[in-house]
Nanobody, 123 residues
Framework: QVQLVESGGGSVQAGGSLRLSCAAS????????MAWFRQAPGKEREGVAF???????SYADSVRGRFTISRDNAKNALYLQMNSLKPEDTAMYYC?????????????????WGQGTQVTVSS
């Protein structure tokens, strides 16, 4: 049974940094696209960072230049380094495993999800 478990969320002031981690069991993270999504209260869940199985990364416009997605194949772990955090980054962040090697921004293309980790940024 595939399990994705996120950690590293918390509360931080604007301008601060956090590093999220996602550990996988019964699934090899490097086999398909991996992504970080987020969902703020009352808003749709949106994809913020993606890494294809061959390593190509992509980002939502709102986080490009501030967030970095990476993967440690030896540890079978996914990370999201978040710098220069803003109050509008406040959300529940989810790790997701895709169906294919290339990445999609559509939730339907991600069959496996973690339980989420909360990030709160205060002004």
């Amino acid at each position: 049974q595939v399990q994705l478990v996120e950690s590293g969320g918390g509360s931080v002031q604007a301008g601060g940094s956090l590093r999220l981690s996602c550990a996988a069991s019964a699934y090899t993270l490097s086999s398909n696209c991996m992504a970080w999504f987020r969902q703020a209260p009352g808003k749709e869940r949106e994809g913020v960072a993606f890494i294809a199985n061959y390593g190509l990364t992509s980002y939502a416009d709102s986080v490009r230049g501030r967030f970095t997605i990476s993967r440690d194949n030896a540890k079978n772990a996914l990370y999201l380094q978040m710098n220069s955090l803003k109050p509008e980054d406040t959300a529940m962040y989810y790790c997701a495993a895709g169906r294919h090697g290339t990445c999609s921004r559509w939730r339907v293309d991600y069959p496996y999800w973690g339980q989420g980790t909360q990030v709160t940024v205060s002004s």
